[in-house]
């Protein structure tokens, strides 16, 4: 769809750019056109461990706060920026689906292999616990361009 008649754009739960990286975004929507994202924040302040971890697992070098991911929208051009946090719905889903995943080790790794398996639980397990610490959080932003 040519950019002059983009009405809306969407990017879940993908430790989103953030900065100069939102322009583009920006620029594809025509006035009023809003970008909807999904994604992690930073709530809080990380152990040296747990920072680490978010950088080398989830490679999340972007991971923001709330007050920063919305002062980069606003200067990509982005207005009335809403805000819902979903902390609580994804730090329930992973603790679920923690259990879930191992229960079915033996089909998954079947299916995609010993190595895969392992690098998927090992996700799930550093998830649960970054949530656990109160640091980690999910967001969803809604923006509309101005």
Not at 60 to 86: C, I, K, P
Not at 87 to 98: E, I, K, Q, V
């Amino acid at each position: 769809m040519p950019p002059s008649t983009r009405r809306s754009a969407g990017a879940p739960s993908c430790i989103f750019p953030t900065g100069r990286a939102l322009r583009p975004a920006s620029r594809a929507l025509k006035p009023g056109g809003q970008l909807y994202l999904e994604d992690l924040y930073r709530r809080g302040p990380f152990s040296e461990s747990c920072e680490r971890d978010v950088r080398d697992v989830l490679f999340g070098t972007n991971l923001t706060s709330v007050e920063a991911f919305t002062a980069d929208l606003r200067a990509a051009g982005f207005a009335e920026v809403t805000v819902t946090d979903l902390t609580d719905d994804w730090s329930a889903f992973a603790r679920d689906r923690l259990p879930a995943w191992r229960a079915g080790r033996e089909r998954h790794i079947r299916v995609i292999g010993e190595p895969s398996y392992a690098a998927i639980e090992g996700f799930y397990s550093l998830i649960v616990r970054l949530y656990g610490t109160g640091s980690l959080g999910g967001i969803r932003l809604v923006a509309r361009r101005a």
